[in-house]
């Protein structure tokens, strides 16, 4: 017998409540920032039931979130919480009432053979009862869904230098701690992803004075931590890094050192956003999106291969119904949260989250749908943002690269549905691309146009990669469009690693891997020569050095660990190692490693449950699985 | 210039932020019981809005509610929370971010120009902005929405008594207090609503302990407090009042002082179970139930007029969208939530409240009429409540009071609806009028039977008394029923204080006056003569004093202040005193006592925004406007 307890709450709302806390820690320059969205609340009434059948008599406890008001009942006894509660032998029905305002209700029962494992159902009184939920990090009675149970790591200092009259603090890479200051009085620390920023007291994007009773600081992103008006050994300072135990389960070794360690900095970039979630980035933003969510999938698999950080990130993500706008406010999000879906059930298999997003994903289809225009195109209603890229679109009506997203979302869609529920999307799917190919191909240009309506037929890459990534152009037209826009110098560059991903997986699916791989060396390898222990929200190799901070306009803007820029993770992985799931779940896999750039190579990677190993020594290639 | 400022937040949302606190606030014998239906949420995420053109410049502070977090944007410039801000001289656009878990989001804006005062948009980044909502409890910046800004009036207790080797305090009426408890140590108090059950200290419903800073117990409703173990002068008690300030506009005088008392005790009832909401109960359950706050209408029109009262119940009992279950899981509570707008709307006129409700009595009205059968009746489906009454009726089949309640919910919902959606509740209600007629009404016995499947023929009191309240029986069928149903001994007398409401009105409308007085006197004031201070949720003359405390199985479970028992007011005032409104909002009234009740009569009502004052003395009828 399993004798753990977990903590149970209602599915998807631990993940809403959580997404709350996450979405609303943003806090820069001493102001919060909540994000900008519909923000999804959590059910506050819920009834735990079960039934038991003992074959002696039982003794057990039931304890609730904090904050939380209930009773148990026993058949039709009632009982408080917090008492020991004697269950006779035979059959005999538990039911937990709760009901909590401020954070999600959730119980925990020790006992005997009654205890909070599986089994228990759990209703809103709104549907019919479905299965109680739980998570592998809240077992522990004491420690309840509340607040993040958070693992706990020790860092010192690696150096601390006298600088400006007092003390700058630097450790060996970026975390995110709650910084401890033992010493005279309660100092005033700056704290900064680097040091320009942690020595920049004006504009550093944090600064905090410890509790005085912990001496603790807030959890918050850091590397360097400056103390003005002090000496060397003032103060004792310590970093108490707070993460989520997700081990790394991947590992990669070849003979070209930059690479190793462009993919030991990516996947430590990488664990550093997950989390509770995967986060766009530890010191801003540190919201859910769903873009930068969905190209995480992708490294992820093949990094931890974690599906339960995955199916809390798409849970927080899933729009509440009514759905009345997209998902972060962004149409394609919405889109790429559909596809999302699929990717995961290509990665784990359908494990039942399909059923639990179902209705979220129709609804939110639903609204898709609803917006398109006479031509069936997807176009941005007022308060709308129809994102892409930061790109400058022609604008002029619907733009083609949504429309690329659509037509992908239909065929997700199709994929997934209910038997019943599919024609509808296959017909709207193939409606769709009837009509992309006769109002944005552009025969002469040999490429998708922005807009159709403007007359300027503007081409763009955007539109033309996903035509690639999703098959929506055949395999004449996509060897056709790495000619007229990848390779074509007139088309314009991808300015941003967000779509630089894009940009690089439809350089592999046509086989420009040299290309790719010279790519990922001159940017990933760029970073680490100017000193990179993460990497960066973005990275331009002619600025100088004390101009990388700035992005969005604001001298420290830029995220230095941020989630997009592991994904040398997954293009090493999927085209270079090629290592790729041939069914969903990855029960069949196929590894073909690119063998002409390695001399040697020892990787791992999970797939399908198993940890494949690629090993390629003096021409030999051994595939195990260990 | 109106210089007060007012706490601000979504409208609807502080009602369900309370309804849920209000909900959760029943606790029994150490066991808390929250109300067992679905729960609303409120929006944890919002912006507020405004424009201004300053003819100088102004300087402002924003606060937010305790656990919020957020901003300030000044036209493109951001601020912190709680820091004085300057705005310059012309126009400017002020935006306040907040976002809050665990309370409703809510700001307060001390300035010149620059305040929260009326003006302000608010937006749930789900829909387009609405106008901020606030009210005139909430003008304090230092209290705010978290917690109900009660008033306190202090009461000494009325005697001391020695007894059972310890002292019993008894309060010259029942309270909702903090017991504050000033002597040695840390006693367990024991409470109750009458003396029996405070020294019962086994089953009494609350014991609680003073906390050690501030004496005080928590907020619970009593009349007696039992410290054991102590004599007379070992404790100082008070009991500190915590109510809010609803003042009574009604007075009622006449040469019948059984009449006046009764009178006098049921505004003190009504008054005591009002306060954030109307409750049922003050000790038990102190849940917002749709069936009780839909009779309170009609007391409180003529007790308080305080519309917000009852816009507040009205909010807190408002179904969320998607609509699932009923309101507190009952049919006829639905219905009678509808019905209950009408009434609103009928005392004060439409004033932006049917707008805001209408969503939800749309899609309320939308699952009633999802759930009829083939002839258009409503029957519960698994877990709907199909209440009506505690009452033994012949249940094989839709039940025909139900349909006598949606019958009526159709024409609320014709009058009420938008131009555009009135017909279709127009016309199933003249179909469902149609099929009431021809399978419930049974010709012989001159009276609708409960079920037309059965074939028992069974009459109940019930849904004849609705086709006379809801004009459903015309008036020659309603004389018939009057013989047929309410004097004939043969159908089961109505045995639960809330259907005699609906009996008596009947009774009222039908012109058996007398018989009402009568009932009123023996009913009522029968509970006089028994010694209450306020009216009980129920009242059986036959039975022993020591046994009037039962109820629902528990020795003390009967609540002995309860809302419903207040309806006394309403029949006096409307069918004795004669006033009534005759267009919605009461701008036109009708005065016309009934005289021979009255040797002498001053009674003052307040209809339409005015008091109006109705003297009869020495047979001169005398009616004013004050």
Redesign the interface.
């Known amino acids: 017998m399993n004798e753990t307890s977990y903590w149970l709450w209602y599915p998807g709302d631990f993940e809403r409540?959580h997404a709350?806390?996450q979405?609303?820690s943003r806090?820069e320059r001493?102001?919060?920032?909540?994000?900008?969205?519909?923000?999804e609340?959590?059910?506050?009434?819920l009834?735990f039931r079960r039934r038991y059948t003992l074959a002696s008599p039982d003794t057990f406890t039931v304890r609730a979130v904090s904050g939380?008001?209930?009773?148990v009942l026993l058949d039709e006894t009632?009982?408080?919480?917090d008492t020991e509660i004697l269950c006779p032998a035979g059959e005999h029905t538990v039911s937990v009432?709760?009901?909590c305002?401020?954070?999600v209700p959730s119980i925990y029962i020790e006992g005997g053979a009654i205890r909070s494992d599986g089994g228990w159902t759990v209703s809103?009184?709104?549907?019919p009862p479905v299965a109680a939920a739980c998570n592998r990090y809240f077992t522990d009675p004491l420690r309840d869904p509340a607040e993040w149970a958070y693992s706990e790591k020790i860092y010192l200092p690696e150096a601390e230098e006298a600088v400006n009259g007092g003390v700058l603090y630097t450790f060996a890479t970026e975390l995110t701690a709650a910084l401890e200051v033992v010493g005279p009085g309660l100092p005033t620390v700056y704290l900064g992803e680097s040091r320009h920023e942690a020595l920049d007291t004006k504009w550093c994007y944090f600064h905090c004075t410890p509790d005085s009773a912990t001496r603790r600081c807030p959890r918050q992103a850091l590397r360097c931590a400056f103390i003005p008006d002090c000496r060397v050994g003032d103060y004792a300072v310590r970093a108490i890094h707070q993460y989520v135990d997700i081990p790394v389960q991947a590992g990669f070794h070849c003979d070209d050192e930059t690479l190793n360690r462009i993919f030991a900095v990516a996947a430590h970039t990488f664990s550093l956003c997950s989390g509770a979630f995967i986060l766009d980035g530890v010191k801003r933003d540190k919201w859910i999106w769903g873009g930068d969510a969905y190209q995480s999938l992708f490294v992820n698999r093949y990094l931890t291969a974690d599906r339960e950080l995955e199916k809390r990130t798409l849970l927080a993500l899933r729009p509440g119904?009514?759905v009345?706008?997209h998902v972060n406010?962004i149409i394609d999000y919405s889109l790429l949260w559909i596809r999302s879906v699929a990717v995961y059930v290509d990665s784990y298999g359908d494990d039942g989250l399909v059923a639990l997003l179902w209705p979220s994903m129709r609804a939110l289809m639903e609204l898709c749908m609803a917006q398109r225009e006479e031509h069936g195109f997807i176009a941005g209603r007022p308060g709308d943002w129809t994102f892409i890229d930061w790109a400058d679109f022609d604008r002029d009506g619907p733009l083609c690269a949504e429309q690329m997203l659509l037509a992908d979302a239909y065929r997700v869609m199709a994929r997934l549905a209910p038997a019943g529920e599919r024609a509808v999307y296959e017909a709207a799917r193939q409606a769709l691309l009837a009509e992309l190919e006769r109002c944005y191909w552009d025969e002469e240009k040999g490429a998708y146009v922005d807009s159709f309506q403007s007359g300027k037929r503007r081409v763009t890459r955007h539109a033309n990669i996903l035509a690639i990534l999703f098959d929506i152009a055949d395999e004449p037209r996509r060897r056709l469009l790495a000619d007229t826009v990848l390779h074509n110098a007139a088309v314009p560059p991808i300015t941003t690693p967000y779509f630089r991903f894009f940009e690089l997986e439809a350089l592999c699916r046509l086989g420009y891997l040299d290309e790719v791989l010279s790519q990922i060396k001159s940017y990933w390898g760029g970073m680490l020569d100017a000193g990179a222990v993460t990497f960066w929200e973005e990275y331009d190799p002619a600025k100088p050095p004390a101009q990388q901070y700035e992005m969005y306009g604001d001298p420290y803007g830029k995220s230095l660990c941020h989630a997009w820029a592991a994904s040398p993770i997954y293009l090493l992985a999927r085209y270079f190692v090629g290592l790729r799931p041939l069914s969903p779940g990855g029960a069949a896999y196929e590894a073909q490693p690119e063998t002409r750039f390695f001399r040697s190579l020892d990787a791992t990677f999970p797939m399908g449950g198993r940890l494949v190993r690629i090993r390629l020594e003096n021409g030999a290639l051994q595939v195990e699985e260990i």
């Not at 001493?30 to 923000?39: D, I, V």
């Not at 609340?41 to 009434?45: D, E, S, V």
């Open positions: 409540y709350l806390r979405n609303f806090v001493g102001m919060g920032w909540p994000a900008f969205w519909k923000s609340g959590f059910r506050q009434r009834v939380a008001v209930g009773y009632k009982y408080p919480l009432h709760v009901g305002i401020g954070c809103d009184f709104a549907a119904e009514p009345t706008t406010t």
